[in-house]
């Protein structure tokens, strides 16, 4: 099993919820987030000056099994590119085990097949 974090702009947090959603991934998880880029700009955005250095940005996790890493991660390269600084990452890394809470179950049959 494998977690696959990803960090992207909010204006492409609907299309890539929407692609996830569309390519049989029926759970993650999503948080607005925080961060501080290697970007230091100043901006003018009508008439009043703001620094670029605090990025909001939209976190997702999903845990899969290792067979749709690779499909998912193209999913969220392909629905998230811009091609402009600040695009954003992804992580990926080992899950060691899950459980279900509701049946105390554990290993990756608690996580649903694809359809």
């Given at each position: 099993m494998k977690k696959i974090e990803a960090i992207i702009r909010k204006t492409k947090f609907e299309?890539?919820?929407?692609?996830?959603?569309?390519?049989d991934i029926d759970w993650f998880e999503y948080h607005n987030?925080?961060?501080i880029g290697q970007s230091r700009e100043e901006r003018i955005?009508?008439?009043?000056?703001?620094?670029?250095?605090?990025?909001?940005?939209?976190?997702?996790?999903?845990?899969?099994?290792?067979?749709f890493v690779?499909?998912?991660?193209?999913?969220?390269?392909k629905v998230?590119?811009?091609?402009?600084?600040?695009?954003?990452?992804?992580?990926?890394?080992?899950m060691?085990?899950?459980w279900s809470i509701r049946t105390g179950e554990n290993?990756?049959?608690v996580l649903r097949d694809k359809k």
């Open positions: 299309d890539v919820k929407e692609a996830l959603l569309q390519s987030v925080h961060g955005y009508r008439g009043v000056q703001y620094s670029t250095d605090v990025i909001e940005r939209v976190a997702i996790s999903i845990v899969c099994r290792d067979q690779e499909p998912t991660v193209n999913v969220i390269l998230a590119h811009t091609g402009e600084i600040g695009d954003g990452r992804i992580f990926v890394s080992d060691i085990d899950t290993g990756d049959t």
